[in-house]
C-alpha cells in the first residue's frame, strides 16, 4: 500500500508539472515572472508548478469582429460591420505577452479605432459604399501596423475587412436615384447604339440589294431575253390546258396591235 501511494503522488507530481501543446499552438515557460527565451510548438513541456507555469496561445488566424459608428469627411456617420484578421507569430509571443499582456485583442481594437477614424474622416460617406472601400480598408490596416509596432512585435495583422455599411437614410436614398439614373442613361445608350446598327444593317441591306438589280439589269441582253423567252413557250406547250399567247416573237408575252397576221396565227396553232 505504501508502495502505491507513492507511485500516485508520484504520477500526480508528474502531471501537474507537465504540459501538452497541441497543433496551433504555442507554449512558453514562465519562470517568476521571467518569460524563457524558448518556445515549444507542439509536444510537452516539463516544468516546475511551484515557480514556473506554461503559458499557451493560438497562432491561429483570429477574427476580431466589431460593430462601430465611423465618421465621414462631411461629418455623417456610418455604421459598420468591421473583421479585423490577425495572428501570432510563434516565436515572439514572449514580446507580445510582456509587452501587451494576454488581453493583446484588447489594443488591438483600440488600435483600430484610432486608425479608422483617422482615415475614414478624409473620405466621403458614399466611398464607403463604393469601390473606394478597398482604398479604406488598405489605408486602416498600414496605419494599425504602424502603431503596433511601436508597441509590440509579434502580431500580424492580415486584413481589415468592412462589411454591411448603412448610410444615412437621406444619403442612401441619393445614392440609389444617382444609381438609377446611371442604369437609365446606359440603357438608353444600349438602345440607341442597337437602333444604329439596325439603320446600318437596313441601309446595307438596300444598297446589296439595288447593285444587285444593277448587275441584272445589266446582264439581261437580246439574246438571253430571247432564250429565256423559248424556254417560257417550251414549259406553256407541255400543258394541257387550253391558252392564248400573244407575242412579238421577242418576248415571252406581249400584248399589242403590232403584227397582228403572225399573232393571229400563233393562236390558231395553240387552238389546234
Known amino acids: 500500500m505504501k508502495n502505491q501511494t507513492i507511485a500516485i503522488i508520484f504520477l500526480g507530481l508528474i502531471c501537474s508539472s507537465c504540459a501538452v501543446i497541441r497543433p496551433g499552438e504555442v507554449g512558453i515557460k514562465q519562470t517568476l515572472g521571467t518569460f524563457s527565451p524558448e518556445v515549444k510548438t507542439q509536444g510537452t513541456i516539463l516544468y516546475n508548478p511551484i515557480i514556473s507555469k506554461v503559458v499557451k496561445e493560438s497562432t491561429q488566424t483570429k477574427n476580431i469582429k466589431l460593430f462601430l459608428s465611423l465618421p465621414s469627411k462631411e461629418g455623417l456617420s456610418v455604421n459598420a460591420e468591421i473583421s479585423i484578421l490577425h495572428r501570432l507569430h510563434g516565436d515572439k509571443v514572449a514580446s507580445v505577452l510582456q509587452n501587451l499582456g494576454k488581453d493583446y485583442e484588447s489594443i488591438i481594437t483600440s488600435v483600430f479605432r484610432s486608425a479608422a477614424s483617422d482615415v475614414c474622416a478624409k473620405f466621403y460617406a458614399k466611398d464607403m459604399h463604393s469601390g473606394m472601400r478597398a482604398n479604406i480598408e488598405k489605408e486602416i490596416l498600414e496605419k494599425m501596423k504602424l502603431n503596433l509596432e511601436k508597441q509590440a512585435d509579434g502580431i500580424e495583422l492580415i486584413a481589415v475587412l468592412m462589411k454591411q455599411i448603412q448610410l444615412p437614410q437621406g444619403l442612401a436614398s441619393s445614392v440609389e436615384r444617382k444609381l438609377q439614373a446611371e442604369q ?11 437602333e ?21 439589269t445589266e446582264g439581261l441582253t437580246d439574246g438571253i431575253i430571247r432564250i429565256k423567252a423559248i424556254e417560257a413557250f417550251r414549259e406553256l406547250s407541255k400543258s394541257m390546258n387550253s391558252k392564248i399567247i400573244i407575242t412579238d416573237g421577242k418576248t415571252p408575252l406581249f400584248i399589242g396591235n403590232e403584227d397582228k397576221t403572225s399573232n393571229k396565227e400563233v393562236d390558231k396553232k395553240e387552238k389546234k
Do not use: S
Open 184 to 194: 437609365d442613361a446606359m440603357r438608353m445608350e444600349f438602345v440607341l447604339t442597337q
Open 196 to 216: 444604329k446598327l439596325e439603320a446600318e444593317r437596313k441601309i446595307i441591306n438596300a444598297k446589296g440589294e439595288r447593285d444587285a438589280q444593277i448587275i441584272l
